[in-house]
């Protein structure tokens, strides 16, 4: 009986040393994961011209390839389990390998048919299938965790009863099995190819080349005049009634309609030197003889669209790099308190190009910490021009903030932030780290 008169100090302390539960054995490694499959390869595409005399084309798509099965997850291991004076848990079991994805089919290849009579079409076999897509890999087990010889014993040890004397108690402990490794996931199957496409032209030479977009420096093809070339093609249906019976491929297919072309020139109508820019162009011709046309660099530019005679035109206005629309500098902090300024030169002197907008950010130090006490566009009101340099009475704006709180220090740390917009674009300059002093103290 003396054995349960245990003080409940005495609990508390079993079940503090409880808490702490240590492992045996060794984690099993995780399974690897399964190889995706292979794509199938495409139809090869063909050209023929349709005569009297009967052609096949056997032009299918090859299959994918399965995807590889996960490797499963390896057992605990040295699970050799002893039994000491506190809870242990056996290691787990490694995770299982996901499954590899199967393989897409190949698409069928496509046909162009050239005629001057219909019917002999009927002439032609074409079989273009899709090539089937494969099955994916199935994910693995995960491997199984250490498991317990014996879920619960006994230790001794010293303890009081409620008279002070020292007596033996025991308490018991516990193991508990490692958990499994997870299983792995299945991958997924592939996509079937699609079946080839037919197109048919209604002339007896094949098409010339045609180039519907260019992509170029400008420097190289300024003030020229370049054509761009498209095939404009109809829709249609019924591709296997045109051709030899048990033909195979997509019933919607391609008539030729009409070759497109278009002329377009770069101008380049800015006072600056063309060679101080690397400009490439990308000119692309539409459906509908229009023309989309880009100019691309780091700058940003004024253009002029417009459309003379049949001669798509671009033209470069104004233009700047974007490096210097912010090119700024802070050229320091001056004055005292609330009459401190910073005062901001534009270092490409390009003046009040563009929109410009001042924001600011005004943080107090508080022990480790900043808190933030103002952060915004800053007050036009407080920004000023003054020989060609920006100045911003940051000391008012900051005295404002200032007064607003009930407790505050007064050294204040302060980020500008200017950000230039022109021509719907907008660049940035910051800087950071500017120390502000309201009582005029250093």
């Known amino acids: 009986m003396k054995k349960k008169l245990?003080?409940?100090?005495?609990?508390?302390?079993?079940?503090?040393?409880?808490?702490?539960?240590?492992?045996?054995?060794?984690?099993?490694?995780?399974?690897?994961?399964?190889?995706?499959?292979?794509?199938?390869?495409?139809?090869?595409?063909?050209?023929?011209?349709?005569?009297?005399?009967?052609?096949?084309?056997?032009?299918?798509?090859?299959?994918?390839?399965?995807?590889?099965?996960?490797?499963?997850?390896?057992?605990?291991?040295?699970c050799y389990q002893s039994e000491p004076d506190y809870d242990i848990s056996g290691a787990p079991g490694g995770d299982g390998g996901d499954g590899g994805?199967?393989?897409?089919?190949?698409?069928?290849?496509?046909?162009?048919?050239?005629?001057?009579?219909?019917?002999?079409?009927?002439?032609?076999?074409?079989?273009?299938?899709?090539?089937?897509?494969?099955?994916?890999?199935?994910?693995?087990?995960?491997?199984?965790?250490?498991?317990?010889?014996?879920?619960?014993w006994q230790t001794s040890y010293s303890c009081t009863d409620d008279t002070g004397k020292e007596i033996t108690c025991e308490r018991t402990h516990y193991c508990e099995d490692g958990e499994s490794g997870e299983d792995g996931n299945d991958g997924s199957d592939g996509s079937d190819g699609s079946s080839g496409i037919l197109h048919i032209v209604k002339r007896d030479a094949r098409l010339p080349g045609v180039r519907p977009t260019l992509r170029e420096s400008l420097a190289a093809i300024e003030s020229v005049d370049t054509q761009l070339s498209k095939h404009l093609w109809l829709s249609q249906v019924g591709a296997l009634s045109l051709l030899a019976p048990n033909s195979y491929l997509n019933n919607n297919y391609y008539e030729f309609d009409k070759t497109i072309q278009k002329l377009f020139r770069y101008e380049w109508v800015s006072s600056r030197d063309i060679g101080d820019f690397n400009l490439m162009t990308m000119s692309v011709l539409n459906d509908d003889r229009t023309i989309t046309s880009r100019i691309s660099g780091d700058v940003i530019y004024k253009k002029e669209i417009l459309e003379k005679g049949d001669v798509h035109i671009h033209r470069v206005l104004e233009i700047y790099k974007k490096?210097?629309?912010?090119?700024?500098?802070?050229?320091?902090?001056?004055?005292?308190?609330?009459?401190?300024?910073?005062?901001?030169?534009?270092?490409?002197?390009?003046?009040?190009?563009?929109?410009?907008?001042?924001?600011v950010l005004f943080k107090r130090k508080k022990g480790l910490r900043k808190k933030t006490l103002f952060e915004g566009k800053f007050p036009k009101a407080q920004t000023t021009i003054s020989d060609g340099k920006f100045v911003l009475k940051v000391g008012a704006v900051a005295k404002e903030a200032y007064k607003n709180l009930k407790k505050s220090g007064k050294k204040f740390y302060l980020t500008i932030r200017i950000t230039r917009t022109w021509q719907g674009e907008s660049v940035s300059f910051s800087k950071t780290k500017l120390k502000l002093y309201l009582n005029g103290k250093k």
Not at 14 to 35: L, M, N, R, V
Not at 102 to 119: A, F
Not at 344 to 349: A, H, K, R
Request: net charge negative; with cysteine; hydrophobic share 30%.
């Open 6 to 78: 245990i003080t409940f100090t005495s609990i508390l302390l079993i079940y503090a040393i409880s808490a702490y539960a240590y492992d045996f054995g060794s984690a099993g490694s995780d399974g690897s994961d399964g190889s995706s499959g292979d794509d199938g390869y495409d139809g090869n595409n063909e050209i023929t011209f349709a005569t009297a005399a009967s052609q096949q084309f056997v032009l299918n798509g090859g299959d994918g390839t399965s995807g590889e099965d996960g490797e499963q997850g390896d057992s605990g291991y040295s």
């Open 323 to 359: 490096s210097e629309l912010r090119n700024f500098s802070i050229d320091g902090l001056t004055g005292l308190g609330d009459k401190s300024i910073v005062t901001i030169s534009d270092l490409s002197n390009l003046g009040l190009i563009g929109e410009l907008n001042f924001e």
């Open 101 to 152: 994805n199967g393989g897409d089919g190949g698409n069928g290849g496509e046909v162009t048919i050239y005629y001057k009579n219909i019917d002999a079409l009927k002439n032609i076999f074409i079989e273009s299938r899709g090539g089937y897509a494969s099955y994916a890999g199935r994910g693995a087990y995960g491997g199984s965790g250490c498991t317990c010889d014996t879920y619960s």
